[in-house]
Nanobody, 124 residues
Framework: QVQLVESGGGLVQPGGSLRLSCEAS????????MGWYRQAPGKLRELVAS??????TNYAESVKGRFAISRDNENTVYLQMNSLKPEDTAVYYC???????????????????WGQGTQVTVSS
């Protein structure tokens, strides 16, 4: 099992900044992709940004130029959010996909895990 723990959400005024962190733990072999998704009330969960183990990034159009995703090692990902807008208000979820060892397995098996979510509220 792979666990993801997020931190860094909160309340910020429009135009402000926040930095989200997510650390993965468990019997991890490799994490291919880590990403951030968000879900606002009454809306579907959507991809915000993702980064591969090779450093390739992908962003939603709505956050390009304002948000930046990064990884400082294989198991930790950050989302720097600048110039925040009220429409960025949502619960932000960390996601990771890769290979991990499970009880009884001698080879790594694919996994996909989600964090518990962290609230980001942008309001004056």
């Amino acid at each position: 099992q792979v666990q993801l723990v997020e931190s860094g959400g909160g309340l910020v005024q429009p135009g402000g900044s926040l930095r989200l962190s997510c650390e993965a733990s468990g019997r991890i072999f490799n994490i291919y992709t880590m990403g951030w998704y968000r879900q606002a009330p009454g809306k579907l969960r959507e991809l915000v940004a993702s980064i591969t183990d090779g450093g390739t990034t992908n962003y939603a159009e709505s956050v390009k130029g304002r948000f930046a995703i990064s990884r400082d090692n294989e198991n930790t990902v950050y989302l720097q959010m600048n110039s925040l807008k009220p429409e960025d208000t949502a619960v932000y979820y960390c996601n990771a996909e890769g290979g991990a060892y499970y009880p009884g397995s001698t080879l790594p098996l694919d996994f996909g895990s989600w964090g518990q979510g962290t609230q980001v509220t942008v309001s004056s």
